[in-house]
T-cell receptor, first 114, second 112 residues
Framework: GAGVSQSPRYKVAKRGQDVALRCDPISGHVSLFWYQQALGQGPEFLTYFQNEAQLDKSGLPSDRFFAERPEGSVSTLKIQRTQQEDSAVYLC????????????FGPGTRLTVL | EDQVTQSPEALRLQEGESSSLNCSYTVSGLRGLFWYRQDPGKGPEFLFTLYSAGEEKEKERLKATLTKKESFLHITAPKPEDSATYLCAVGALTGGGNKLTFGTGTQLKVEL
């Protein structure tokens, strides 16, 4: 079936604006992850869901970052009052059942904060 | 704290010139070591998972191996389409094993 999809693919925000990034995981995948990738770096973990439960949010850099997955499928990463340092690619990944299963990544959303 | 170091940062090969990429890691109990390929403007694409020292996996021109401290991605007779950034990541047994810690990647360029 279809892979992980993310929207929008590109987002430009003015400093101080709020943004919402969407992730549609692979159908039937229970676990969902968000990562942040700065230019020239590897992805860094932000948060993890199992179904609708957010089990780990240790990587969220500040309380301006908020993620939800209310029905255990689609997830939204929200960033409030964006700052220039938030500019990065935000990647979503999903895995079948256990958090230990292979994670499959979406194409990412490139966020640029001016 | 889990750490992953990849070398070299960048590698330029001629078509057909075999080589290896290195991934050194420290982790508090290895759940799995993962190799991904990332093309510009795209998300990481899964290649391999290795679970224990001595394990090897192959896919076309790629072969991944694992020891207790490092993993190698061997590329045999590469082609230009193998050009990409190769990312290594570890998952730890602690903390529910739910997050991957990535290295910064090796940017591979294969020229004709």
């Amino acid at each position: 079936g279809a892979g992980v999809s993310q929207s929008p693919r590109y987002k430009v925000a003015k400093r101080g604006q709020d943004v919402a990034l969407r992730c549609d995981p692979i159908s039937g995948h229970v676990s969902l992850f968000w990562y942040q990738q700065a230019l020239g770096q590897g992805p860094e973990f932000l948060t993890y869901f199992q179904n609708e439960a957010q089990l780990d949010k240790s990587g969220l850099p500040s309380d301006r970052f908020f993620a939800e997955r209310p029905e255990g499928s689609v997830s939204t990463l929200k960033i409030q009052r964006t700052q220039q340092e938030d500019s990065a690619v935000y990647l979503c990944a999903s895995s079948l059942v256990l958090s230990t299963d292979t994670q499959y990544f979406g194409p990412g959303t490139r966020l640029t904060v001016l | 704290e889990d750490q992953v170091t990849q070398s070299p940062e960048a590698l330029r090969l001629q078509e057909g010139e075999s080589s290896s990429l290195n991934c050194s890691y420290t982790v508090s109990g290895l759940r799995g070591l993962f190799w991904y390929r990332q093309d510009p403007g795209k998300g990481p694409e899964f290649l391999f998972t290795l679970y224990s020292a001595g394990e090897e996996k192959e896919k076309e021109r790629l072969k991944a191996t694992l020891t207790k401290k490092e993993s190698f991605l061997h590329i045999t007779a590469p082609k230009p389409e193998d050009s990409a950034t190769y990312l290594c990541a570890v998952g730890a047994l602690t903390g529910g094993g739910n997050k991957l810690t990535f290295g910064t990647g090796t940017q591979l360029k294969v020229e004709l």
